[in-house]
């Protein structure tokens, strides 16, 4: 059983930043992937930013040149850094991770962009 535990979510104004944090349980450099999904009220779990084992990542359109997903292997972490926040951005943003074909998810952090 792996555990993910987010963090970094809030408040903040249209055109901010944020970083967001998991930390997991194992050794991140076991999954083959890890990555950032978000909902949105009344919308579909989509995904942001994904990054595999070998180092590759993968954006929504909708966030490309402005999210970046990091990870530290030495502190089991992975990173989502968000720069020029819109409103739509508005959601809760779960962490996941890839171990073969199961995924484990975190509880969610909730992230609002707003004047």
């Known amino acids: 059983q792996v555990q993910l535990v987010e963090s970094g979510g809030g408040l903040v104004q249209p055109g901010g930043s944020l970083r967001l944090s998991c930390a997991a349980s194992?050794?991140?450099?076991?999954?083959?992937?890890m990555g950032w999904n978000r909902q949105a009220p009344g919308k579909q779990r989509e995904l942001v930013a994904r990054?595999?084992?070998?180092?590759?990542?993968t954006y929504a359109d909708s966030v490309k040149g402005r999210f970046t997903i990091s990870r530290d292997n030495a502190k089991n972490t992975v990173y989502l850094q968000m720069d020029s926040l819109k409103p739509e951005d508005t959601a809760v943003y779960y962490c996941?991770?890839?171990?073969?074909?199961?995924?484990?998810w975190g509880q969610g952090t909730q992230v609002t962009v707003s004047s």
């Open positions: 996941n991770v890839q171990r073969g074909i199961v995924y484990y």
């Open positions: 194992g050794s991140i450099s076991s999954f083959t992937a």
């Open positions: 990054i595999i084992s070998g180092g590759g990542r």
